[in-house]
């Protein structure tokens, strides 16, 4: 099993940064790749933005030019560092990693989700 742990979430004003991280961790053979997917009340969870072990990324088209994901390859941790934000970018955040726990197995995990709230 892999585990996830997400940090960084919180109440900021509009048009200010946060950054989030989410940390990878337990039975990883090799992390194939990592991102931040969002659900806001009502709505259906979309991608943020995804980082491959290539380090190939793909952002949101909402997020484009404002948000920046990163990869800690040695810490098996992805960051996502978000500024200008906007009240639409209120959601709750989760980290998810593709990865093998072995070599021919693998799965998509889960963080438990970080609330990030922007107020106008």
């Known amino acids: 099993q892999v585990q996830l742990v997400e940090s960084g979430g919180g109440l900021v004003p509009e048009g200010k940064s946060l950054r989030l991280s989410c940390t990878a961790s337990g039975s990883i053979f090799r992390i194939i790749s990592m991102g931040w997917y969002r659900q806001a009340p009502g709505k259906e969870r979309e991608l943020v933005a995804s980082?491959?072990?290539?380090?190939?990324?793909e952002y949101a088209d909402s997020v484009k030019g404002r948000f920046t994901i990163s990869r800690d390859n040695a810490k098996n941790t992805v960051y996502l560092q978000m500024s200008s934000l906007k009240p639409e970018d209120t959601a709750v955040y989760s980290c998810n990693s593709r990865a093998y726990s072995d070599y021919k197995t693998w799965s998509d995990y889960w963080g438990q989700g970080t609330q990030v709230t922007v107020s106008s």
């Open positions: 980082i491959n072990s290539g380090g190939g990324i």
